[in-house]
Structures are given as C-alpha cells and as structure tokens.
C-alpha cells in the first residue's frame, strides 16, 4: 500500500516539475549582440525545447553574446555577464601585494565582464598586461586579494 502511496506520489512530483519546465524563452524582437537584455526584448512562449532558458529571470540583465532573432529559443551560451570594461576606453590599472601598491593609467584592449581577464595596454611602460576586470573603469594586476 505504502509502494502504490510513494509511486502516486512521485509520478504527481514529475508532473509538477515537467508542467514547471513547459515554458521557454524566446526573443521577442531582433537583439543585436553586446545588448543588454531587458524585460521587454524577451517573452515565454509554451513547450519545451531542449537546451533553451526555460525562466525570464535568467536571461534579464544578461548580455546577448550573438545576434538574437524574433521567436527564436534563446540558449544559456548565447548569453554573458554584461561588460564593465569597453574595448578602447581608458582603465585605472591597480597592484597591490603585501604593502606594495602600484596605481597606473592603460587602455583596455578587450571587453569584459566583472571578473573576467582582458589585456590592457599600460600607458606609462607601454606593455601589454593581463588583468581582472574589477568595476568600471578599474583592472586588477597581479595576485587577486
């Protein structure tokens, strides 16, 4: 009795679950790539399709990473963190270790979001460095605190 009890239950808990998973994210208009998504670019439309965002909330506030076309699923690999850092804008690039801090201007020669690496320019050495994308405007180099 206990069996058919837990069986009933469970084939009741999928239901639930796969009537949840019934939605999917498509987008509502043409996105262009490096777009920050907001509420209006995308909308749920019934059914499921394999390897497509299933709930809004994880694709507002993204960026779109591709162009996205109207009606089409949109995918967790078509998305990214919005950028922090633009290509080509001017960066405050920041050391500190220990009780060393070094503090410098460069120029960003990638995009990237917060926490991500990019190279930058420095402008005083003229050398081309690696570093972490912290906030706007500011690039870590060297060993992360």
Do not use: C, K, W
């Not at 950028?83 to 410098?104: D, K, M, W």
């Amino acid at each position: 009795m206990t069996r058919i009890l837990f069986t009933a239950l469970a084939l009741m808990l999928a239901a639930l679950q796969s009537a949840a998973r019934a939605d999917t994210v498509i987008a509502a208009g043409t996105i262009r790539g490096q777009t920050l998504i907001m509420p209006s670019d995308v909308a749920l439309v019934a059914g499921t399709t394999p390897g497509a965002l299933a709930d809004l909330a994880d694709a507002i506030g993204m960026e779109a990473a591709v162009n996205l076309y109207a009606g089409r699923p949109i995918r967790p690999g078509d998305l990214r963190p919005p950028a922090i850092v633009e290509r080509n804008a001017s960066v405050t690039l920041r050391y500190h270790h220990g009780g060393l801090l070094v503090v410098t201007e460069g120029r960003a020669l990638d995009r990237a979001a917060q926490g991500e690496p990019l190279r930058v320019l420095n402008l005083a050495s003229r050398n081309t460095v690696t570093a972490t994308a912290a906030a706007p405007g500011l690039v870590i180099v060297g060993p992360n605190p």
